[in-house]
């Protein structure tokens, strides 16, 4: 039984939705998986039977029985680095993880790793302590947002040694696809960096949820709940006059509108523009005229407690922390990695080459 490790370079890189993608590729395959995140950097829950929610949502997704699932070992938290820093956690985790390499249920195990090379290590549950506790080869995601990371990636290549099976590329903007495909795909083959993958920028999977926003911002839907669904692809904040606002207003595209709640003006270009859904400041509700032209429209308007400056804050984190829960991102995952993933060359790389004419 093999073990695949997808691990990244920095947080946020596209781990979840590389290991969906290749998944439901395998299974396309008729492989056999199973799927662990051994390190999870949620707070800890308060009971043992919750799980993860990138365990469940990948459960749930492709359709995996409890027995293809591996625990989670750690949540590592503020809580566990001290008590590990006071010598109050003597638990052996690596040993704990070995104990994945002893079932033998899978043609292969796909495992999520840390967020970094050195998350975890406190605990050897670094990247390359987890590969070598369970034999396993390694996969890094990495963001294409410059050639550069190439410097990061021959760093990675000398710690991880042969470890590192090679990398996939994501996110690359289309200005740069070129400059990828041409040389930096090439100089990374070159030092024996295979490059699996290289997928292009999609603002889809860079979106969130209207409904994300609402449970992020704690905020009150004022119209339009039955359309939380639409995804936001960026943030336009309206606090100025109405017709320099115009301008961006009408260059945007599915934006949310952060705007106080006073600003009727505002809030009647934006609603004529793409918006997707208007987040408004001042804790006071808007004039019925703006709700009625929303409700006319099918745009959600939401009441937030914060000020302009934290509302803005808190959609700007939400947006570096997707999630892919939405059956649109799914399905597009699945049509990338059908076009952009090399996915006979990484099962040759693994060994499981004979199962391509299973």
């Not at 008590?83 to 495992?111: F, K």
């Not at 506790?133 to 990495?142: G, K, N, Q």
């Not at 859904?277 to 009441?303: H, K, Q, S, W, Y």
């Not at 006979?344 to 299973?358: I, K, N, Q, V």
């Amino acid at each position: 039984m093999k073990h695949l490790l997808i691990g990244s370079l920095e947080a946020y890189s596209g781990k979840s939705a590389t290991i969906l993608g290749l998944a439901q590729q395998l299974l396309s395959r008729d492989l056999q998986i199973a799927y662990g995140k051994p390190l999870s950097t949620f707070t800890a829950p308060a009971s043992p039977d919750i799980v993860d929610e990138d365990i469940q949502f990948l459960k749930n997704t492709l359709g995996l029985a409890d027995a293809q699932l591996r625990p989670t070992i750690l949540w590592l938290d503020t809580l566990h680095l001290l008590q590990r820093m006071q010598n109050a956690d003597q638990i052996n985790y690596r040993q704990q993880l070995n104990q994945y390499s002893q079932r033998n249920d899978s043609d292969l195990v796909i495992l999520e790793g840390p967020s970094t090379l050195h998350e975890g290590q406190l605990f050897d549950l670094s990247l390359a302590q987890m590969a070598n506790s369970v034999d396993a080869e390694i996969v890094l995601v990495v963001r294409g947002h410059s050639p550069k990371l190439v410097d990061a990636l021959v760093d990675a290549k000398r710690c991880l040694g042969d470890r590192l099976l090679g990398v996939l590329i994501n996110d690359i903007p289309e200005a740069q696809f070129d400059t990828f495909t041409q040389q930096v795909k090439p100089f990374l083959e070159a030092q024996h960096i295979a490059v699996f993958g290289l997928m292009p920028y999609s603002s889809l999977l860079r979106s969130v949820s209207v409904k994300e926003l609402v449970e992020q911002l704690q905020a009150e839907v004022l119209c339009g709940g039955d359309r939380l669904g639409l995804m936001v692809e960026q943030l336009t904040i309206g606090a100025m006059n109405v017709n320099s606002a115009l301008k961006y207003f009408h260059k945007a595209i599915n934006m949310a509108v952060v705007t106080g709640s006073d600003r009727t003006d505002l809030q009647l270009a934006a609603l004529e523009a793409s918006t997707q859904c208007l987040i408004l400041t001042g804790r006071f509700a808007p004039n019925t005229i703006v709700l009625n032209r929303a409700e006319d429209l099918e745009i959600p308007v939401l009441l937030v407690d914060s000020d302009t400056l934290t509302t803005v804050e808190v959609v700007d984190r939400a947006f570096g922390q997707v999630r892919l829960h939405e059956a649109v991102k799914v399905d597009y995952i699945e049509q990338l990695f059908k076009e952009h993933f090399d996915l006979d060359r990484l099962l040759t790389r693994l060994g499981l080459a004979p199962a391509l004419s299973a």
